[in-house]
Every structure is written in structure tokens, then in C-alpha cells.
């Protein structure tokens, strides 16, 4: 075949360009569900959040032509639902994973009815910031066509991992997911930290939802989120609930994501179906990796039900 | 479990071994009874409304719900796992279901299944792999979407600007090969140059990877874009995104690409309505149908702003060559994409030769894929 070479950095372009363009959902959803966990809390309903987030948000977009209120709506649309949890999950003796499971399958549900008007209209898309102008190759500025979320999200995670560590709220946060009975004595609301936590997670996911149906891919139907939202809150895990590694991981799964399309163009179709699984295959091993024995697992919360 | 929750499943499970007995005594009576008010049920694997294979199927749920004396009940989003089965029951013993629609690919054993269990319904499926030996009262029908496809690939043959096209596949199924061959073969007839890149994307919906997929396309060279997915809505807007051209498949998706869609290959599943009416009316029907423009079961969209008169007339001219049988889609000589004859010169396939075109599991040459 000519151009092979061509062909192979074509390939590496797809999956830079891939891990941009599909990583943001993981992103939020993962630093949304950090905060959670690290207030002490687990909410698997995230993918109920973030298939709720965008449908909101698309719904939003069509009917006012906003896209940006649509985010916005959308991060309120999960911080809804995601109060839900934390409400729920403040009485005593309720598991949040069972909770969590509910919240999944009621979000997603609650999605699909509200959105059967808005599978057929389009909205309105978010608008790219183009850092690919310096190249004259096509593939290479389509690579770098960057969504704003996506710089939000970088800062966010930033912002984040410097707040956790450093601010007094941070702090507090840390200390309620830590050991319940170190803050009761010294003084801190438990109840009110969490359900502030899990409801600033359900923005940020609902956020990460807003993404796939107003940017990329931009549109909504009901097969529109794939698992990302359970995936991210995995691949908190393996990030050991930092959010720098929150960012990188995202990255990574984004890649994974793009890879069995970018090779199929060139010719290597061989094992498609194993390319197609590669994030999932990633979740897998990477789970599988960071549960060994033999290590503990740094940096988890301690009152997080998964460390008790 | 509570007892609110005797709905249907539990109602099933009690009542379903009695009525399967029943059934076959039943059956005579039942049918004449059920004259008068048809009830038929529409399962769709998806949301219907989803500017793709659903809303093409939904489309012809109306035209049945409008014969007189039919009721139409419908059921989104059913997978193509035992769930179709639950979904059949309970249309056929809750809603009284007498012609079952599945109009999924996937559903193909359980309709069989079904079909055994109801002798009295009427199954349609729209696969068109019936064959002798397989149950009386199942009906397989579809469209020959590969003529329509040739005719995409003209119009992709006659814009394209750097030679390559792009196809992107849900599932390695026959139709997907005829369709992409059609396609190639399309636009090869107007330049023998024309290539195609084939990415087989391995779901019905998956929009993420098809918004990759196209992306990948396009960043390879292709300049025109189709997509064999169950709704090809983000495949196209990401086309028109990118500045490339699109042809649609199995709805009218001209909306959503005002500058670079071309036309689409479409359904006609009209003849669902015939099957119906003679089911309702106790006339014979066929257990397979196919056809193609011959005998309206494709159709094309109307032609985007950017094709320009010549082209156009091109592709009806095309078109015209169907329905009056002196095009074939497949004539030699013919190779495929790894080298090998499949027909030789003077060879033709007639454009009604189903068996030939279920066999067919290979790409033309100039196909990377």
C-alpha cells in the first residue's frame, strides 16, 4: 500500500485528536465523582446524571438556541438528581451504592421520556477554539479544534487538586470522607459536607453530559452516552481520586476510544471488535491492576463504603 | 414483590403455558373474530423517531395504522436479545396482537420462535432471509438499498475531489457488503479510479465512535461520506462540520447538511401495508419479498443544493436503468478487494438474484476495508 508512513502518523493524529475530542465526558464525570468519594460518599448514578445532563442541555439548546445555557442547565439538570442521592443517602443505615444503582437506571429512564420530543430537531453545537491555525495539514487542525469545556476541565482539574490540598474547604471535605468521628468532634455538619459534595459532582457530570449531545458528537438519542459515566467513575479509582490524574486518565480512555476507528481508515481491520472494546478491556485491566493485594489503595477516602 | 407488581410479566408467566395450549384449538375462531379490528404491533430496536432506520419502519406503522379497522401498538428501544420475545407476548396476549412487525435484523430466531408458538399471527421481519421450511406465517421483506446506494456513489464519483470515498458499516452483515459494493461500484462506473475506505463501526448506535469514525474518514482524504448506521444524524452533521460531502441512508437527511449533502438511499417499507391489507382480508401473501426500484421499495432523497444538473440527471438516468432492468449492479468483469474473480467477463447478476447477493461477504476492488 502507498503512503504507508503517511498512514501511520495520520493514526497517531486520529487518536491525539481523539483523546481530545472524546476525554471531556471522562473528565468531568471523573472530577465530579473525586469530590463525591472524597467527602465520603459513592455515587454510581452518574450515568443516570450524565445522560439526564445532556439531554437537558440539548433540550435547553433547541428550544432557546443558547448552547451555553444549555451547559448550564444541564449541570443544574445533575445537581438535581444528584441531590437526590445525597438526600437519600443522609438517612441513617441507606447504602449509597444501592442508592446509586437506583439513581442510574432512574436517570437514564427519566432521559429517555423527556427526550423523545428532541431525538429528531438539532441544536445548536458549542464552538471550537482552533489551536491547529500554525498548521497547513487539515488532519492536524481538526485534531486541535479544542471545545472550551475541555480548557475548563484542565483548569478545573488544576483548580481542583490545588483546592483539595490547600484550602480550608478542601480540608473539611478531606476530614468528613476521612473519618466520620474525627469531624463530628471537631464540630463539622457531615450531612450538609456530603450533600454538598455529591450535588457539586451531579453539576459536574451533568456538565460532562452537556458535552456529548451540544459539542461531540452533538446530537441526542438514547444510545447517545455508552458507559462513559460509569466508566469515569472506575477510572476514579485508578486515579487514586487525584485530579491531575483525574485529567491523564481521561485522556487515555479518550485515546483507547479513537483508536479502532483511526486504525479500520487505514486498512487494519483485522480484530476490530477487540479495538472497539479497548476502553473497556482498559477499565478492566487498569481495575484489576490497582486492586492488588499487595498494595493499599493510597489516597482513598476512608469512610468511602468501597475502603470500609 | 409486592403484589402491584402483577403487570405483565407476571401475568405472562402464569397465563403463557395455558394460552400456548389453547392457542391451537383457539386459533380458527380467534381469527375470524379478529377481523373486524386488527391490532398490529410494531417492535423498533430504537427510538423511532431517529432520522435513520426507526423513523423509516415508524414511517410505515402509519401508513398501516391508517388501514381501516387497525390499531397499532408500538414498543422503542427492544433489544435483540429473549427481551423481543417478552415484548411479542405480551402485544400478542395483552394488546391481542395479530401481525407482529420486527423490524429488527437481530429478532430473526425469536420472530421464528414466535412464529411456531402463534400459528395465527402474522410475523413480518425485514432481513428477507425466509426460506422454504421456515414458519408459513412469517413474512421476510427489504429493499435492494444497494441500487440505491450506486446511485449515492455516482453522485459521490462525480464530486469528490480527491478520488477517495468513505463508508462506514454498523455490523459485517451481507447487506452491508451489497451496499457498499453498490456504492463503489457507483461511483467507479463514472471514474474507475474512485477508492473507498470501509470502517466497520460493529454497532447499530454507538454516536461517539461514529463521530470518530467520520473524523478518521475525512482526516484519510475521503470528500464524501455515507454511513450504514441505524441513524446516520451525527455522521452527517460531523461531515457538514468538516466541510465534506454526505449522502444520507434510511430516512431524508438533506436537512441536516445544506451544503454538502448529496442525496440518500432510502427505504420503501410501504409494502408492509399489503401484507396487512391481504392478512386482514384472508388473501394469500408472499413469504418473500424484494425489490428494488422496480418495484418501489427504494427510493432516493432529493438531491442536495451543491449537485449540480448534469449529475443529477446522471443518477435519475441511473435510476431509470433499474426500473427498467437494463442496469445490474453486479456484472463482470468484477474482482474483489484481495484479488480474487468473482465474475468474469460477460458474467451478469441479475438485480433480483437473492441468493447471489446473501453470499455476498467481500468488498470490490478499490475498497480498503
Known amino acids: ?308 | 414483590m409486592t403484589k402491584s407488581l402483577i403487570s405483565r410479566r407476571n401475568f405472562l408467566r402464569q397465563s403463557g403455558g395455558m394460552v400456548t395450549a389453547g392457542a391451537a384449538l383457539g386459533a380458527l375462531p380467534g381469527l375470524v373474530a379478529a377481523m373486524d379490528n386488527v391490532t398490529v404491533g410494531f417492535i423498533y430496536v430504537g427510538p423511532r423517531q431517529d432520522y435513520g432506520w426507526n423513523q423509516s419502519h415508524w414511517d410505515a406503522a402509519k401508513k398501516v395504522a391508517a388501514i381501516d379497522g387497525v390499531t397499532v401498538v408500538e414498543q422503542e428501544n427492544v433489544p435483540e436479545t429473549a427481551e423481543v420475545e417478552k415484548v411479542i407476548q405480551s402485544m400478542i396476549e395483552l394488546d391481542g396482537a395479530r401481525v407482529i412487525f420486527g423490524t429488527s435484523f437481530g429478532y430473526w430466531d425469536s420472530l421464528k420462535k414466535m412464529a411456531l408458538q402463534y400459528p395465527d399471527v402474522l410475523f413480518t421481519h425485514i432481513g428477507a432471509i425466509w426460506k422454504e421450511g421456515d414458519p408459513a406465517n412469517v413474512i421476510g421483506y427489504r429493499g435492494y438499498t444497494e441500487e440505491a446506494h450506486y446511485l449515492c456513489g455516482i453522485a459521490a464519483g462525480r464530486m469528490s475531489k480527491t478520488g477517495k470515498i468513505g463508508f462506514i458499516g454498523s455490523k459485517p452483515l451481507y447487506f452491508i457488503y451489497n451496499n457498499c459494493n453498490g456504492f463503489v461500484l457507483g461511483a467507479q462506473s463514472v471514474n474507475p479510479e474512485m477508492t473507498c475506505n470501509v470502517v466497520i463501526t460493529g454497532d447499530w448506535n454507538n454516536p461517539v465512535k461514529e463521530a470518530e469514525t467520520t473524523n478518521s474518514l475525512i482526516d484519510q482524504g475521503c470528500d464524501v461520506i455515507i454511513a450504514n448506521v441505524d441513524s446516520p444524524k451525527v455522521s452527517v452533521e460531523t461531515a457538514e462540520a468538516r466541510g465534506v460531502y454526505t449522502c444520507g441512508y434510511h430516512s431524508d437527511l438533506s436537512a441536516l447538511a445544506p451544503n454538502g449533502f448529496l442525496t440518500g438511499a432510502e427505504w420503501n417499507w410501504a409494502s408492509g401495508v399489503e401484507f396487512v391489507e391481504a392478512f386482514v382480508a384472508g388473501d394469500s401473501y408472499p413469504n418473500l419479498k424484494r425489490g428494488g426500484f422496480k418495484e418501489d421499495m427504494v427510493a432516493i432523497s432529493p438531491f442536495g443544493d451543491a449537485v449540480p444538473q448534469e449529475v443529477r440527471d446522471e443518477v435519475l438516468a441511473a435510476k431509470q436503468g433499474f426500473i427498467d432492468d437494463t442496469l445490474k449492479l453486479y456484472k463482470g468483469p468484477l474482482e474483489d478487494n484481495k484479488g480474487n474473480v468473482i465474475l468474469e467477463e460477460g458474467e451478469v447478476i441479475e438485480n433480483t438474484d437473492t441468493p447471489f447477493k446473501l453470499g455476498v461477504d467481500w468488498f470490490v476492488k478499490g475498497t480498503t476495508g
Open chain 1, 1 to 308: 500500500m502507498e503512503g504507508t508512513d503517511i498512514s501511520w502518523w495520520s493514526v497517531l493524529i486520529a487518536v491525539i485528536g481523539g483523546a481530545i475530542r472524546v476525554s471531556t465526558p471522562y473528565l468531568f464525570v471523573s472530577l465530579g465523582e473525586t469530590i463525591t468519594e472524597k467527602s465520603g460518599r459513592v455515587n454510581l448514578g452518574l450515568e443516570g446524571v450524565l445522560v439526564m445532563g445532556a439531554m437537558s442541555g440539548y433540550a435547553t439548546a433547541v428550544l432557546t438556541g443558547e448552547p451555553w445555557l444549555g451547559v448550564l442547565v444541564a449541570g443544574c439538570a445533575g445537581a438535581l438528581l444528584s441531590l437526590v442521592h445525597a438526600l437519600v443517602c443522609n438517612l441513617p443505615r441507606v447504602n449509597d451504592i444501592a442508592v446509586g444503582i437506583a439513581l442510574f437506571i432512574f436517570g437514564t429512564g427519566l432521559a429517555f421520556f423527556l427526550g423523545k420530543p428532541f431525538i429528531n430537531p438539532s441544536a445548536p453545537r458549542l464552538p471550537d477554539i482552533d489551536l491547529g491555525w500554525w498548521s497547513a495539514s487539515p488532519q492536524v487542525q481538526s485534531a486541535l479544534k479544542i471545545n472550551m469545556l475541555f480548557v475548563i476541565g484542565f483548569v478545573l482539574a488544576l483548580g481542583l487538586a490545588w483546592a483539595l490540598k490547600t484550602t480550608r474547604w478542601g480540608l473539611v471535605l478531606r476530614t468528613v470522607g476521612d473519618s466520620e468521628e474525627a469531624a463530628q468532634a471537631l464540630g463539622y455538619n457531615i450531612a450538609r459536607v456530603r450533600t454538598l459534595g455529591t450535588v457539586a459532582g451531579g453539576f459536574l457530570s451533568g456538565v460532562g453530559g452537556s458535552y456529548l449531545s451540544l459539542y461531540y458528537p452533538g446530537t441526542w438519542n438514547e444510545g447517545l452516552s455508552s458507559g462513559q459515566g460509569l466508566m469515569a467513575v472506575a477510572l476514579v479509582i485508578f486515579a487514586r481520586w487525584d485530579p491531575i490524574r483525574c485529567f491523564y486518565a481521561s485522556l487515555l480512555f479518550g485515546g483507547a476510544t479513537a483508536l479502532g476507528p483511526a486504525l479500520q481508515t487505514v486498512g487494519i481491520t483485522a480484530n476490530y471488535y477487540l479495538y472497539g472494546a479497548a476502553p473497556y478491556f482498559l477499565t478492566l485491566a487498569l481495575l484489576i491492576y490497582s486492586s492488588s493485594p499487595k498494595r493499599a489503595l493510597e489516597g482513598a477516602p476512608g469512610e468511602v463504603s468501597i475502603n470500609r
